[in-house]
């Protein structure tokens, strides 16, 4: 299983609402990435986490929020999204963390509009 | 700072034909680089990766790169385009001295195959 599994495909939001974007691996990659992107943008890093611990969060708004529950589930929950958070998230894995002698995997990503 | 530089936005080829994507990174040490693509709406696949040892590096579906440190180059090359290839492609860098750092794009370049 080379796959990196990411749920809903699309998922369309109020501003109030609260929802959740799952990712799962069963490669038994220790590392997993949140990555944003906006149309003709390259992917952009939001979080990563290593052994289940974040280890990286790059200035990202409070309104989105990571959780790694296990080394094969990775959550990102949005509560309180503008419209300009609309874009195609992006999930990956490595067996180790990246940089170094590894790559990464990532899923088909969710497509998020927020009205 | 690290950083990659994809220097055409947008390339067409005719179905057939060769093509040369071009990647240039900045970087102080060895890097660790990386191919990947996208279809539109889609997640991205990695097509080949150079980390070390051989200078050119064979891939999925046909590529092939070559990094070639002089240059501060890792040009994509495929000999004959299938209309299938039209797609995002994406060259990226790993720091090996920012440990914990992910992956750098570059801002990608649009392929359109011709008939």
């Known amino acids: 299983d080379t796959e990196v599994t990411q749920t809903p495909k699309h998922l369309v939001m109020g501003m109030t609402n609260k929802k959740s974007l799952k990712c799962e691996q069963h490669m038994g990659h220790r590392a997993m990435y949140w990555y944003k992107q906006k149309a003709k943008k390259p992917p952009e890093l939001m979080f990563v986490y290593s052994y289940e611990k974040l280890s990286i969060n790059e200035s990202v708004p409070s309104r989105f929020s990571p959780e790694c529950p296990n080394s094969s589930l990775l959550n990102l929950h949005l509560h309180a999204l503008q419209p300009e958070d609309s874009a195609l998230y992006l999930c990956?894995?490595?067996?180790?963390?990246?940089?170094?002698?590894?790559?990464?995997?990532f899923g088909q990503g969710t497509r998020l509009t927020v009205v | 700072a690290q950083s990659v530089t994809q220097p055409d936005i947008h390339i067409t080829v005719s179905e057939g034909a060769s093509l040369e994507l071009r990647c240039n990174y900045s970087y102080g040490a060895t890097p660790y680089l990386f191919w990947y693509v996208q279809s539109p709406g889609q997640g991205l696949q990695l097509l080949l990766k150079?980390?070390?040892?051989?200078?050119l590096v064979q891939g999925i579906k046909g590529f092939e790169a070559e990094f070639k440190r002089s240059q501060s180059s890792f040009n994509l090359r495929k000999p004959s385009v299938h209309w299938s290839d039209a797609a995002e492609y994406f060259c990226a860098v790993g720091s090996a001295n920012q440990a914990g750092t992910a992956l750098i794009f570059g801002k990608g370049t649009t392929l359109s195959v011709s008939s």
């Open positions: 150079y980390f070390s040892g051989d200078t």
């Open positions: 990956a894995s490595s067996p180790r963390l990246l940089p170094g002698n590894t790559e990464a995997f």
